[in-house]
């Protein structure tokens, strides 16, 4: 872990739904990290990164076979398409414009002034410097936390392209309450227990799937009734 005071709050709170999204946790450490060494360029090209592997991410979550290999501006508006930002639709579009406006800003600092963007020659000198890098730092911050925090919100197992265990606690816990769990003996009077639903998950996602919405069918209309 990094020790210092500088975090990506809004990324580190909303990646708390998302505990085994290690790819991305490691892109907001990478971010920081080029905070604390002072590195104004790297900033830049972690930022953008860090963007990218949100975008990918829920897009995968989201659609099926995604275009994932396309530039910033194509995958945000990709994104775009499959969030709402906003439940007041004047509103939703002018949040988006504003995310627009910074992926493609974002994407025009790191190709002309990022660390990995191209050479330059021995004496050049950098004009970002760490408070700029910061500011940029911290808006992509805003922008990735509300997009994860968008799209874990809307959990729905009938559009998404791929549904997550742990998302799904009530119904978890539900199965575990129709089918008995199984035991594996570790020795040394150790058991590992699985519980029934992480088996069904783990076996036939699915069977999984189908139970989930079935579920959910059913307790709406018990909310309506």
């Known amino acids: 872990m990094i020790d210092s005071g500088f975090r990506l709050r809004s990324v ?3 990646l708390v739904s998302m505990g085994d999204a290690v790819h991305l946790i490691e892109q907001k450490e990478r971010v920081e990290q080029a905070i604390v060494s002072g590195d104004a360029a790297l900033v830049l090209d972690t930022s953008k990164s860090l963007l990218e592997s949100v975008f990918k991410t829920i897009l995968l979550d989201r659609v099926v076979d995604p275009k994932i290999d396309q530039d910033m501006n194509p995958l945000f508006r990709t994104v775009k398409d499959s969030l709402v930002l906003n439940r007041n639709a004047e509103a939703d579009s002018i949040f988006k414009r504003i995310g627009s406006n910074l ?17 330059d ?3 050049y000198n950098n004009p970002i410097e760490i408070p700029e890098a910061e500011m940029v730092a911290k808006m992509v911050d805003a922008l990735s936390g509300l997009l994860i925090f968008k799209h874990k919100a ?22 575990d309450g129709q089918w008995d769990e199984y035991e594996i003996p570790l020795g040394e009077n150790q058991t590992l227990i699985i519980p029934a639903s992480k088996i069904i998950f783990n076996t036939d996602e699915q069977a999984y799937r189908e139970m989930l919405l079935q579920y959910l069918s059913t307790k709406e209309e018990e909310q309506e009734e």
């Open 12 to 14: 580190t709170s909303a």
């Open 103 to 119: 992926v493609h800003q974002v994407a025009e600092l790191r190709n002309r002034f990022g660390a990995a963007s191209h050479g």
């Open 121 to 123: 020659d021995g004496f």
């Open 154 to 175: 809307n959990k729905d197992p009938s559009i998404a392209a791929r549904i997550f265990y742990n998302d799904y606690p009530e119904f978890n816990d539900f199965c």
